[in-house]
């Protein structure tokens, strides 16, 4: 039923795709956008047969493929999915259409204004190619070089498209952004490299490899690591464990490595900007449940508390400087840096519940923050502006704008009824049976996030229209269809998260078995009683 390459095809296509907008004659690019959505639809088709065709009580690694690729490092080209892989490669095949949608005006080439669409879907298209083997990868050398690689595309995608400006301020201030995203990301995957390096020297030293060398085989060096067959100290595995996890914190990213992500996701096109947190830095958090939890399951141990504690600090963090932003975009930048620290809680959990909402919170991030930041880069769009001041009485001039806009933050917020509570809930109550203060602190979120988009939703979209805003313009067909299965999805999975789960229930139990993980017994005191012969309790 497998045999058909459907995972190669899952990332050939958008590659081809690419390749094929950019040798278009002058004359024809014009059909870049159709010929990008198009081919970004068959990716989605592709992600739904792969899907379809899982079986959740199957075998951990489906679709799996394998074949030599440098014999000589034991690196092999292989790809599998598990229930974990295989939401998120649906995540990413499902956004990519609505980007392209999304922006098909966000062609022009800074400085020069000029319309370069075949430019801009094409580096669309691979950043979704390279996300998507980075999902798939079951070879840690093929991992690590998509890891990197796709930073190239997006570095292009931030700092070369945006709105034309004669302001060089803003123009210097988007490079800047951008050159921040790509050192702090190459730095992170610099220190990954160290690290992969020495994993695979373990490996070569024990012999692991077919030919009786080193390899980077993801599922014989979980075998070894697991077994004990490494052969390493635990200070040797915790510093390569960092090295991992350093890379991985970089790109989700973890207070305080975070620094990055406001300056790139307000210089990028809003959908450029949705590519980078709802996909590319979806890669990050990953990582961490993937190879950090499985590859090194006694140092995972070691560093979860501290780890916790980072993301804590990151949930709390960004909800508090939310609530103080003026621009807009920038304030829902930092409610994704919040939202990823509870995806990161709820995988140093390293329970059931928390590995769970982990990965589905993933997948809710994702549309609720694309969601969110595309509707708002509509609006912005229109009036030319991100600083919140400038709005108000928005829905009175434009109703299905404003009103789409405030279930995407009710969604943000968590509200019960919409997908991210499900995930939200389960990560705080698998945090709770490991480290119950980490979780009472992490729940200040919810009233933070609650202040934050209300309180956004007010200055923005109530109260009487300021000067400026009488002619805005309600949301277009090509927004409505953009936004529209988004909101669906919200909606469908808060009321009915149970398909996806079922998928990803499977995967975490059988990381958590393999690391020798087990959900915490409930500690509940009870009262002992002294029972009388004639069923009396003495006093």
Same mark, same amino acid.
């Given at each position: 039923?497998?045999?058909?390459?459907?995972?190669?095809?899952?990332?050939?296509?958008?590659?081809?795709?690419?390749?094929?907008?950019?040798?278009?004659?002058?004359?024809?690019?014009?059909?870049?956008?159709?010929?990008?959505?198009?081919?970004?639809?068959?990716?989605?088709?592709?992600?739904?047969?792969?899907?379809?065709?899982?079986?959740? !009580?199957?075998?951990?690694?489906?679709? %799996?493929? /394998?074949?030599?690729?440098?014999?000589?490092?034991?690196?092999?080209?292989?790809?599998?999915?598990?229930?974990?892989?295989?939401?998120?490669?649906?995540?990413?095949? #499902?956004?990519?259409?609505?980007?392209?949608?999304?922006?098909?005006?966000?062609?022009? *080439?800074?400085?020069?204004?000029?319309?370069?669409? $075949?430019?801009?879907?094409? &580096?669309?298209?691979?950043?979704?190619?390279?996300?998507?083997?980075?999902?798939?990868?079951?070879?840690?050398?093929?991992?690590?070089?998509?890891?990197?690689?796709?930073?190239?595309?997006?570095?292009?995608?931030?700092?070369?498209? !945006?709105?034309?400006?004669?302001?060089?301020?803003?123009?210097?201030?988007? /490079?800047?952004?951008?050159?921040?995203?790509?050192?702090?990301?190459?730095?992170?995957?610099?220190?990954?490299?160290?690290?992969? =390096?020495?994993?695979?020297?373990?490996? #070569?030293?024990?012999?692991?490899?077919?030919?009786?060398?080193?390899?980077?085989?993801?599922?014989?060096?979980?075998?070894?690591?697991?077994?004990?067959?490494?052969?390493?100290?635990?200070? %040797?595995?915790?510093?390569?464990?960092?090295?991992?996890?350093?890379?991985?914190?970089?790109?989700?990213?973890?207070?305080?490595?975070?620094?990055?992500?406001?300056?790139?996701?307000?210089?990028?096109?809003?959908?450029?900007?949705?590519?980078?947190?709802?996909?590319?830095?979806?890669?990050?958090?990953?990582?961490?449940?993937?190879?950090?939890?499985?590859?090194?399951? +006694?140092?995972?141990?070691?560093?979860?508390?501290?780890? +916790?504690?980072?993301?804590?600090?990151?949930?709390?963090?960004?909800?508090?400087?939310?609530?103080?932003?003026?621009?807009?975009?920038?304030?829902?930048?930092?409610?994704?840096? /919040?939202?990823? !620290?509870?995806?990161?809680?709820?995988?140093?959990?390293?329970?059931?519940?928390?590995?769970? @909402?982990?990965?589905?919170?993933?997948?809710?991030?994702?549309?609720?923050?694309?969601?969110?930041?595309?509707?708002?880069?509509?609006?912005?769009?229109?009036?030319?502006?991100?600083? =919140?001041? *400038?709005?108000?009485?928005?829905?009175?001039?434009?109703?299905?704008?404003? @009103?789409?806009?405030?279930?995407?933050? &009710?969604?943000?917020?968590?509200?019960?009824?919409?997908?991210?509570?499900?995930?939200?809930?389960?990560?705080?109550?698998?945090?709770?049976?490991?480290?119950?203060?980490?979780?009472?602190? #992490?729940? /200040?979120?919810?009233?933070?996030?609650?202040?934050?988009?209300?309180?956004?939703?007010?200055?923005?979209?109530?109260?009487?229209?300021?000067?400026?805003?009488? +002619?805005?313009?309600?949301?277009?067909?090509?927004?409505?269809?953009?936004?529209?299965?988004?909101?669906?999805?919200?909606?469908?999975?808060?009321?009915?998260?149970?398909?996806?789960?079922?998928?990803?229930?499977?995967?975490?139990?059988?990381?958590?078995?393999? =690391?020798?993980?087990?959900?915490? #017994?409930?500690?509940?005191?009870?009262? *002992?009683?002294?029972?009388?012969?004639?069923?009396?309790? $003495?006093?």
């Amino acid at each position: 039923m497998n045999s058909f390459p459907w995972l190669t095809t899952l990332w050939v296509l958008p590659m081809a795709g690419a390749a094929l907008v950019l040798i278009l004659p002058g004359a024809w690019r014009t059909a870049a956008r159709s010929i990008g959505l198009l081919v970004a639809v068959a990716t989605l088709a592709a992600g739904i047969v792969v899907a379809v065709r899982f079986e959740p !009580g199957g075998a951990q690694f489906q679709f %799996v493929e /394998s074949h030599r690729w440098i014999p000589a490092f034991g690196a092999g080209y292989t790809l599998g999915v598990d229930g974990i892989a295989l939401v998120l490669v649906l995540l990413t095949a #499902a956004l990519v259409p609505l980007l392209i949608l999304a922006g098909w005006k966000d062609d022009r *080439e800074v400085g020069t204004g000029r319309r370069v669409a $075949h430019i801009y879907v094409a &580096l669309t298209l691979i950043v979704e190619s390279m996300v998507l083997i980075s999902f798939t990868s079951l070879d840690i050398l093929l991992f690590y070089v998509f890891f990197e690689v796709m930073l190239i595309p997006m570095y292009f995608l931030i700092g070369g498209f !945006g709105p034309r400006t004669d302001d060089a301020a803003q123009r210097q201030q988007r /490079s800047r952004a951008a050159v921040k995203f790509l050192l702090y990301n190459l730095f992170g995957g610099l220190i990954m490299l160290a690290a992969v =390096i020495g994993l695979y020297v373990l490996t #070569a030293r024990e012999r692991l490899g077919a030919d009786g060398g080193g390899t980077f085989d993801f599922r014989a060096v979980v075998a070894a690591a697991n077994s004990g067959e490494l052969g390493a100290g635990p200070a %040797v595995l915790n510093a390569i464990f960092l090295g991992f996890m350093f890379a991985f914190a970089v790109k989700a990213p973890l207070w305080p490595l975070h620094t990055w992500l406001p300056g790139a996701a307000v210089s990028a096109t809003p959908a450029s900007a949705v590519l980078m947190m709802a996909v590319v830095d979806k890669v990050g958090t990953f990582g961490m449940l993937r190879y950090c939890l499985l590859l090194f399951p +006694s140092a995972s141990t070691t560093y979860a508390p501290l780890i +916790s504690t980072l993301a804590v600090i990151g949930i709390v963090y960004g909800a508090l400087l939310a609530i103080g932003q003026t621009d807009v975009m920038r304030l829902i930048a930092y409610t994704s840096i /919040s939202h990823f !620290g509870f995806i990161i809680l709820g995988i140093f959990a390293m329970t059931n519940q928390g590995g769970a @909402g982990a990965t589905l919170y993933m997948v809710n991030h994702g549309i609720s923050t694309a969601a969110l930041f595309l509707i708002a880069g509509f609006l912005v769009s229109r009036r030319g502006t991100r600083v =919140i001041a *400038e709005f108000g009485g928005v829905q009175k001039v434009a109703p299905v704008l404003a @009103g789409t806009f405030l279930v995407a933050g &009710l969604a943000t917020l968590s509200l019960p009824g919409l997908a991210p509570f499900v995930s939200e809930f389960l990560v705080l109550a698998g945090t709770f049976t490991r480290y119950p203060v980490a979780a009472v602190c #992490a729940t /200040s979120a919810l009233v933070l996030a609650a202040l934050y988009v209300l309180w956004l939703y007010q200055r923005m979209m109530t109260g009487p229209v300021k000067q400026g805003n009488e +002619s805005l313009r309600d949301l277009l067909p090509r927004e409505l269809v953009v936004v529209a299965p988004l909101l669906v999805a919200l909606l469908l999975l808060g009321a009915y998260p149970k398909p996806v789960l079922d998928r990803i229930n499977p995967a975490v139990a059988s990381t958590l078995t393999t =690391i020798g993980k087990h959900d915490p #017994a409930p500690d509940v005191p009870q009262q *002992e009683a002294a029972v009388a012969p004639h069923g009396g309790a $003495h006093k």
